[in-house]
């Protein structure tokens, strides 16, 4: 059993883990040792851990602290080596920091809202919308599903094509699915903008924020996604596209099939294959291999930080809580860490400060960072 445990950390350090181990070792360490006055160490600890180091000598522990560890690390993986899913959904449910009392002006994480802009300007709020409800525009019915998802189905082909446009708000989320049947899930700060029925010889759809796709196989019709600085062309595949204004890179990862990503700018294509991501920033196009955990963390409602900047944390914060942030002058500090998205923005900012030397203050809707 102890062995068994011993090779799934050993594996974890080798970055060999599958997706469950991987989630088992990270929920074990969030959900154990936060609420420890050894956070702080025990936090170096585990960026060496995930960066496969051994654990450094200046971040030595108290004996019997690292007992503890050690002893229930071991215990806790062989249980859940025994339960499987059992042990991992019980982690699951478990959260990080749960103890914090609830603070003044403190936000909730993000719900499922969006606005649909028909294209005759009306602004409907799908998430006000009755389950199995219609709505008729130019020939197509928009239908919000019992899953919550809107969808498309045409009735009169005769009726001239209308964009719609469905935009998340931040601390929102949605989903719907295209006139094709492609499926996208939009994170917060998003906009989508489509017609309501496809024609001619591509499907053209238009990204400002962030969003994953399940592009609906069509061959003799390609799949064009166009966002600042960049056009991606698929047959059918999933991907991940952030194209955030804010943000000074728009990103393209793909989880599986092929695209071609052209950059604007420069006109230059280059293919991706599954597990790369490209980056366009101006005239520059770069593409390396991608850590789908990080990139995906968002579908599995979790923020995964791995060495990830202050300024790009807060920005990300700013849009799943609806908070301001002022992304200039922030303390130079990177974090290692895998929490739930179903936190409350000071369990988040409270887990954060027990890793750093930051003071994260919640005054109204905004949010400053300044050093203890």
Not at 19 to 39: A, C, D, H, I, P
Request: proline share 5%; charged share 25%; with cysteine.
């Amino acid at each position: 059993m102890e062995k068994n445990a011993k090779q799934l950390i050993e594996k974890y350090k080798a970055g060999n883990c599958m997706e469950e181990e991987r989630k088992l070792v990270e929920q074990y360490f969030n959900v154990l040792v936060q609420g420890s006055t050894e956070w702080p160490k025990l936090s170096k600890m585990r960026e060496s851990f995930e960066s496969g180091k051994d654990i450094p000598q200046q971040y030595p522990l108290r004996r019997n602290t690292f007992w503890f560890w050690k002893k229930y690390g071991i215990a806790v993986a062989c249980l859940l080596l025994i339960g499987g899913w059992l042990g991992y959904t019980y982690l699951e449910k478990e959260e990080p920091a749960a103890s914090i009392p609830m603070v003044e002006n403190d936000a909730l994480p993000a719900s499922n809202q969006a606005i649909l802009v028909l294209g005759d300007g009306r602004r409907i709020d799908v998430d006000a919308m009755g389950s199995d409800s219609l709505i008729r525009e130019m020939g197509v019915n928009i239908q919000k599903n019992s899953d919550g998802t809107i969808s498309y189905q045409e009735v009169d082909d005769d009726m001239p094509v209308s964009y719609n446009q469905i935009i998340t708000p931040k601390g929102g989320m949605y989903r719907v699915s295209l006139p094709d049947g492609t499926k996208v899930k939009l994170n917060a700060g998003t906009s989508l903008r489509y017609p309501n029925r496809f024609v001619g010889g591509t499907r053209e759809v238009e990204l400002v924020g962030e969003a994953y796709f399940e592009v609906k196989t069509n061959p003799s019709q390609p799949f064009v996604v166009k966002s600042r600085g960049q056009e991606v062309q698929v047959l059918g595949t999933k991907f991940n596209i952030t194209a955030y204004a804010e943000d000074a890179k728009v990103r393209t990862t793909l989880a599986e099939g092929k695209i071609n990503l052209k950059n604007l700018s420069t006109g230059a294509v280059k293919p991706l294959i599954p597990g790369q991501q490209a980056e366009v920033q101006g005239g520059r196009l770069t593409v390396q291999e991608a850590d789908l955990t990080q990139v995906m963390a968002w579908l599995d409602n979790t923020f995964v930080f791995k060495g990830t900047d202050i300024r790009d944390i807060m920005l990300e914060l700013s849009r799943w809580y609806d908070v301001e942030v002022d992304p200039r002058n922030l303390p130079n500090e990177t974090f290692y860490a895998t929490l739930p998205r179903t936190l409350r923005l000071s369990q988040v900012l409270a887990a954060l400060e027990h890793t750093s030397t930051l003071k994260f203050t919640i005054q109204g809707r905004r949010v400053t960072v300044q050093y203890r």
